[in-house]
Structure formats: C-alpha cells, structure tokens
C-alpha cells in the first residue's frame, strides 16, 4: 500500500507547494510512483504546478519523471452514508483508488484549517510542515513568551496534530512521523534565527516532531513554478551550467530527502 505524506501547514506563505512539488518530483527521478493531491480546491497551486510541467514538457518534446496529480472525484449525495461528510467521502475515494497503484501518494494541504486538511492529517504516514524562521509562524506551533524562550503551551495546530495522532492510534495504525522544516532561512546569523533554532529544538522533545533542513529563500523556486519544473530538472532542459545559488539548492533538497527517511527511497541524485 502507497506511504502517505501530507504537506500541512494552517499558515500561507510557507512554501508548502514549492516543497510538496519538489519532494513529489525527486521520488518520481528516483524511480518511485507518486500520485499528488491538492486540497486547497481553490488556488490548487500543486494542481497549477504539474499542469504547468505538462504543458511546458509537450511544447520542448521533453519527456521527465513526474508525479501524477489527480483531482478529488466529484460524488453524488446518494453515495453517502448517513451522516457522512461529502469531503471525507471524494478524499478517502481518492485515496483508496491510488493507494494499490502507486509507491507515495502525497496530499497538499491548504494554508488554513479546513475539514479536508484535518481528514489528510489523520491519513499521514509522513507529516511535513513548513514553517518559516519566525516567531509568527512558530506561533501556529506553540505559544511562547514575550522573550521567546519559555514555552507556555500548544497551539492549534499542533492541536490537530496531537487529534489525528489519537485517531490513528484508535484505529490501531503506526504512529505519524512528524518532520518540522524550517524554511525560507536567512543567510546571516540573527540572535532570533538562534532564538528560534532553540526553541524548536525544545519543543520537538515536548510535542514530537523531528527538525529537517529546508529550504532557503531563493528567486529559482519562484521563476520554475510557470514552466513547472524543479531543480533536479534544470540540466535536462538545458542549463548545462548551475550556479552557486542552484547547486546550493539541490544540496538542500538532497538533504531534506535524506532526513525525510522514507521507505524504500535512496538518495541518488
């Protein structure tokens, strides 16, 4: 049966998409099958990202490893059960229809807390959830106070987290493997960049999440999402020569695969 990641986050701006697209796309250049979901039924910046790679792949008569994205199956009121909630009902169809077929499936989340997103978190074999390096989005986390040192307690997402943990346990299935990625990092070494790489650090032990490396703010992410690439793309389009800044990027993204630590999956590029 098919490995699922869930790409959450209840905060925009992350870089959720940029990172479901280019996990989904490195285990597709690995040999994996990987189908993709996207639930933000309306802005489907995932669904618009494939869409874009299939175009642009048609028009340079270029043929690479992708994901396939798939659409929640629309259904008729008469298929529900009594008391049963329509998006539960097209988000287990689709599940249950790619998960014999495919290696990963992974499900894109939105950037606020909706009744699919909650429903996706509880299916997570691997949850990952971008945050930002700033005490706003450390917030979605946890509370803290006003020096940001001291913990003071949970906050609602990590909430929902903790609900889809006892959902699964109740249904006698393995635990979630939580993977925090602290993205969009800054280059230069601020006192808060160091406030927060501790405080995560004591939260992880207190609420349970491994930290992985991410990704740091780059113009690259922003000028492949038009032609729906990614940066293990860029060479088999032509960009014989990478720069600095790409290579850089790569390594990240070879990093953040290894730390993901998903079955079956070697690191090979």
Known sequence: MAHIIVVGNEKGGAGKSTVSMHVATALARMGHKIAALDLDLRQK?????????????????????SPEYHDLPQVDQSELRPGENIYDHRLSAAVSALEAENDFILIDCPGSHTRLSQVAHSLADTLITPLNDSFVDFDLLAHVDNDGEKILGPSVY?????????????AGLKPIDWVVLRNRLGAQQMVNKKKMEDALARLSKRIGF????????????????????????????????????????????????????????????
């Open 45 to 65: 910046t995932v669904g618009r990202y494939v869409t874009n790679r299939i175009a642009y792949l048609e028009r340079e008569g270029v043929t690479l490893p």
């Open 158 to 170: 990590s909430e929902m987290v903790w609900n889809a943990r006892q959902l699964r346990a109740q």
């Open 210 to 269: 491994r930290l992985a490396p991410g990704f740091s703010e780059r113009v690259i992410f922003r000028e492949l999402f038009p032609r729906g690439l990614t940066l293990l793309d860029l060479k088999d389009v032509g960009v014989q020569q990478l720069n600095i800044s790409n290579i850089a990027a790569r390594q990240e993204l070879r990093d953040l695969i290894k730390a993901l630590d998903l079955p079956g999956v070697t690191v090979d590029f």
